[in-house]
């Protein structure tokens, strides 16, 4: 963990106590490309490549770089919340605060949260009112809500 990825850790153990309950359980490879492609299309993010890896312990992640933008999805990993996660960076790689904050190499910074945040919302079916009082009760900080957040619309998951 980065010195400059100041709640890294706090942000997992927010999304573990309170993201993962409510959508634990393992998605096909099909389902994961249809979440990840529906998710980019709604924020405009372009739709990454997807490596799917079979292990255990490697971590799922967001890789973006020249000649590289895809997602690495660990067979772990296969849950709505995480692959949401990772999905979400690139959402902040696409946004110009959140460019900033990955620049600084703070990939979990207030911004990337907004973003998850509202991606949650929208994807699982939970009030962001209730996202945020749990995030901020696990010392986690977030960027505050945009008058227009996203392009989502109603999202059944």
């Not at 000649?67 to 660990?74: E, Q």
Request: hydrophobic content about 45%; charged content about 20%; proline content about 6%.
């Amino acid at each position: 963990m980065s010195t400059a990825d100041f709640q890294q850790q706090r942000v997992y153990d927010y999304e573990a106590a309170v993201v993962e309950p409510i959508a634990h359980f393992l998605l096909s490879r099909d389902d994961i490309r249809a979440l990840v492609d529906r998710m980019c299309r709604l924020t405009g993010t372009p739709v990454p490549d997807i490596r799917f890896l079979g292990s255990t312990t490697i971590p799922c992640k967001a890789v973006v770089g020249p000649g590289v933008y895809r997602i690495d999805v660990a067979d772990w990993g296969r849950t709505p919340p995480v692959v949401l996660h990772e999905t979400a960076h690139l959402a902040q790689y696409a946004d110009l605060a959140g460019r900033r904050e990955l620049m600084a190499r703070n990939h979990h910074g207030p911004v990337f949260v907004r973003l998850a945040i509202d991606i949650y919302s929208a994807f699982m079916d939970v009030d962001l009112d209730v996202l945020e009082k749990l995030a901020t009760a696990h010392g986690v900080v977030f960027a505050p809500r945009r008058v227009n957040t996203t392009n989502f619309t109603s999202v059944s998951f």
